[in-house]
């Protein structure tokens, strides 16, 4: 009886875990497009930023590349690399 006890206990407790993982998850894809991860050139003329590390725009940057968040890269009036809207590469 008690180690029936302990094993309804345990699925609780799974559940639990469970549910605060998906609440933890929701959270993320409330804002995922201003807190992913996005990579800059740091040239004076750049003014756009990159989803895609491999981008064929941020290869030519003979600058340093810097990864920041996309909301950072906004405030500093950064759009989004006209190579990467065209073709489509945003998931
Ligand atoms: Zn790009």
Same mark, same amino acid.
């Given at each position: 009886?008690?180690?029936?006890?302990?094993?309804?206990?345990?699925?609780?407790?799974?559940?639990?875990? @469970?549910?605060?993982?998906?609440?933890?998850? %929701?959270?993320?894809?409330?804002?995922?497009?201003?807190?992913?991860?996005?990579? #800059? &050139?740091?040239?004076?003329?750049?003014?756009?930023?990159?989803?895609?590390?491999?981008?064929?725009? @941020?290869?030519?940057?003979?600058?340093?590349? %810097?990864?920041?968040?996309?909301?950072?890269?906004?405030?500093?009036?950064?759009? #989004? &690399?006209?190579?990467?809207?065209?073709?489509?590469?945003?998931?």
């Amino acid at each position: 009886m008690s180690v029936l006890a302990m094993k309804i206990n345990l699925n609780n407790f799974t559940l639990f875990l @469970l549910l605060f993982f998906i609440s933890c998850n %929701s959270r993320q894809e409330n804002n995922p497009e201003e807190e992913r991860m996005v990579y #800059l &050139c740091e040239s004076p003329r750049a003014y756009s930023f990159h989803f895609d590390s491999k981008c064929p725009a @941020l290869k030519k940057c003979s600058h340093t590349v %810097s990864k920041t968040t996309a909301s950072l890269a906004k405030k500093h009036r950064r759009r #989004l &690399c006209g190579w990467e809207a065209n073709a489509g590469i945003i998931r």
